[in-house]
C-alpha cells in the first residue's frame, strides 16, 4: 500500500507539472538573457549589456549563416557573452569567451523567439543486468514536444525569424538526409548542396583530383553506396559552375549597385557592433570599480584586514577599466573607415559583377554564399552530348540551362584540333623529335603552355592514336621533303616554295608552314 501511495502522489505531482507547464506558467530554470518576474512570467533581462550581446548573435548569424562563422568571430573580435553560474549566493551573471554550444543553445532555444517550449527532451529507461537503467536528454523533434506556446513572451528575433534560422541549420547539418544541402566549405566546387540527380532525386556528391585538388567533379552515388547499382549520372563541373555562374550574375547585375552599397552599409555595422560592445563592457568595468571605491569607503579604515581585501578589489577593478579603455580606443584605429577611394572602388565593383565575381580577393566560400542565397536547387539531366539544368530560384520561378559535354579526349588543356591535325601530318614524313623541333619553330606550345618535347609528341600520339613515322614511309608514296626536294633540283629551299606557289611543283602547305611560312598559317594540311 506504502508503495502504492507513493506512486499515486508522483503521478500527481508529475500531472501537476504538466498542466502548469501547459498554461506556460513552469519554470525550473530561466535562460541567460531572461528574469522571473513574479512566480509564472519572465521578461528580458534589464541589463542593456546582455540584450546587446544575445542580439549581436542573431545579427551575425543572418549575415555569416553559420553557427561556426558566428562563434569564429565573436573569438576573433574579443567579445566575451553572458553566461548563468549557480552557487551559495544564488543565480548570478559571469562574462566568458563564447565556446560553440553556446552560440548553438542561443540559436536554437525557442525562448529567445518568444516561445515557451516544454518537453523538447525526453527520458529512456532500458534493462541492464536485471537493474533498470534510466538515460535522461534526448531530444525529441517538435511534434514530439508537450508543449508549445508561440508569442508567449518578448523574443529576442521574431518567431518567423527563428524558424527560418532553424531551417538553415538544417540545411548546413551534413549527411542528414537526401533534401539537406550541407554547410557552405571552403572547396572550389560552386554548386555542391545544390545539384540534385533528375533521375533518382539524390544530392549529387562531390570528388576533387588533379594537383591540389582543383578538378572538380559531380556524380549520383547513391544508388550505388546503398544499393550497388550502377552510377545514374556523372560529370565535370568546370563548365556547369561556369554556365551557372554567368546565368546568377546576368539576372543580379541590375541589383550590382545595392549590394555594393549595403555592403558598405554592412562593414559600418560591423564597426558599429563591435565599438558598442566593447563600450558595454567598458560601462560595466567602470560601475564595478566605481562600486568597489563606495565598499573600501565604507569600511572602517583601522580594520585593516577588510579594508586590504576591498583595496586589492578597487584595484584589480581599476586594473579592468584600463583594460577595456585600450580595447575600446583600438577599434577604431585598427578598423578604420571606408576611404573615399575604396567606397568608389567597391561602388564601381558592384556596377561591374563579373569583375567583383573574378577578384582574387573573393572567396570561394563568398560565391557559393551568393548562390545559395538565390537558388534552392538545380535538378541535372544528361542526354547525348550536353547537360541539361532546371534552375530552381528562391522566388519560386524556374529557368532552364544547357551546357555541352566534352568529348572522350576533350577536356581544358587538350589541343586544338588545328594541332591535331597538323601532328598527324607530320608523323607522316617526321620522327617524334623532328615533329617537336617543327612545332617548337613554329611557337605552337601544348594545351598546358608548355614547349614540345619528343616525350610530348609520341605521348599525344598515343593518346590520339596516331602511326608512328617509319623510316622510307614517304618515299614508297613517291614523296619528298623540302630539303630532298632542293638537293634534286639543285636550288634553295626559298626556290622550291616559289616554284610550289606558282603551281610549278606539287606539294602541301604543310611543308610551307614547316618552315614558318606566314602565308600559310590558316591553310589546311
Request: glycine share 8%; hydrophobic share 35%.
Amino acid at each position: 500500500m506504502s508503495e502504492m501511495e507513493l506512486s499515486v502522489v508522483r503521478q500527481r505531482s508529475l500531472e501537476a507539472l504538466r498542466q502548469k507547464a501547459q498554461r506556460g506558467e513552469l519554470f525550473l530554470n530561466v535562460a541567460v538573457g531572461y528574469v522571473k518576474v513574479g512566480r509564472d512570467r519572465i521578461a528580458k533581462d534589464p541589463d542593456r549589456r546582455i540584450q546587446e550581446a544575445i542580439g549581436l548573435v542573431f545579427r551575425k548569424f543572418v549575415e555569416f549563416q553559420s553557427i561556426r562563422q558566428v562563434h569564429l568571430w565573436l573569438r576573433q573580435e574579443g567579445i566575451l557573452m553572458p553566461s548563468i553560474e549557480s552557487g551559495g549566493d544564488g543565480r548570478r551573471v559571469i562574462w566568458k569567451a563564447p565556446v560553440y554550444n553556446t552560440i548553438r543553445g542561443l540559436l536554437t532555444n525557442p525562448v529567445y523567439g518568444g516561445a515557451y517550449a516544454f518537453g523538447r527532451t525526453a527520458s529512456r529507461i532500458t534493462v541492464e543486468n536485471g537493474r533498470k537503467r534510466v538515460s535522461r536528454g534526448h531530444r525529441r523533434d517538435r511534434d514530439e514536444w508537450d508543449v508549445l506556446i508561440v508569442d508567449h513572451h518578448e523574443g529576442y528575433v521574431a518567431w518567423e525569424e527563428f524558424e527560418r534560422n532553424q531551417r538553415l541549420n538544417a540545411d548546413n547539418a551534413n549527411c542528414r538526409g537526401l533534401m539537406a544541402r550541407g554547410s557552405v566549405r571552403r572547396a572550389e566546387a560552386m554548386l555542391a548542396g545544390l545539384l540534385r540527380c533528375g533521375q533518382c532525386g539524390r544530392r549529387l556528391h562531390v570528388s576533387y583530383s588533379g594537383n591540389g585538388g582543383f578538378c572538380v567533379r559531380y556524380s549520383c552515388r547513391g544508388a550505388h553506396l546503398n544499393h550497388g547499382t550502377q552510377t545514374c549520372i556523372s560529370f565535370g563541373g568546370m563548365r556547369v559552375d561556369a554556365a551557372v555562374s554567368a546565368e546568377v550574375l546576368r539576372l543580379l547585375s541590375p541589383l550590382g549597385i545595392k549590394a555594393a552599397l549595403m555592403a558598405v552599409a554592412e562593414r559600418y555595422a560591423a564597426i558599429a557592433d563591435t565599438r558598442q560592445q566593447a563600450e558595454l563592457a567598458l560601462t560595466r568595468a567602470r560601475y564595478e570599480a566605481d562600486l568597489a571605491r563606495r565598499q573600501y569607503d565604507a569600511v572602517d579604515p583601522t580594520n585593516r584586514l577588510v579594508a586590504a581585501e576591498l583595496e586589492q578589489r578597487w584595484n584589480t577593478r581599476l586594473a579592468e577599466v584600463q583594460r577595456q579603455e585600450e580595447r575600446f580606443d583600438a577599434i577604431g584605429m585598427d578598423k578604420p573607415s571606408l576611404s573615399p577611394t575604396e567606397r568608389e572602388r567597391l561602388l564601381s565593383l558592384g556596377a561591374d559583377l563579373h569583375t567583383a565575381w573574378s577578384h582574387p580577393g573573393v572567396t570561394a566560400e563568398t560565391r557559393k554564399r551568393i548562390l545559395r542565397a538565390v537558388l534552392e536547387e538545380i535538378v541535372v539531366t544528361l542526354t547525348e552530348g550536353r547537360i541539361e539544368l532546371l534552375l530552381h530560384w528562391r522566388g519560386g520561378d524556374h529557368t532552364s540551362l544547357v551546357v555541352p559535354r566534352n568529348r572522350t579526349g576533350q577536356h581544358r588543356y587538350s589541343s586544338d584540333v588545328e594541332v591535331q591535325d597538323l601532328i598527324r601530318a607530320l608523323s607522316r614524313q617526321q620522327t617524334d623529335g623532328a615533329i617537336a623541333a617543327t612545332l617548337n619553330r613554329l611557337n605552337i606550345q601544348t594545351g598546358r603552355g608548355n614547349p614540345w618535347t619528343e616525350v610530348r609528341v609520341r605521348s599525344f600520339r598515343n593518346t590520339h592514336r596516331i602511326p608512328v613515322y617509319r623510316l622510307g614511309e614517304a618515299a614508297e608514296r613517291g614523296e619528298l621533303s623540302l630539303e630532298e626536294a632542293a638537293n634534286r633540283l639543285g636550288v634553295r629551299k626559298m626556290t622550291v616554295l616559289r616554284l610550289i606557289r606558282e603551281g610549278t611543283l606539287a606539294g602541301s602547305s604543310l611543308q610551307r608552314r614547316s618552315l614558318g611560312d606566314p602565308g600559310s598559317a590558316n591553310r589546311g594540311p
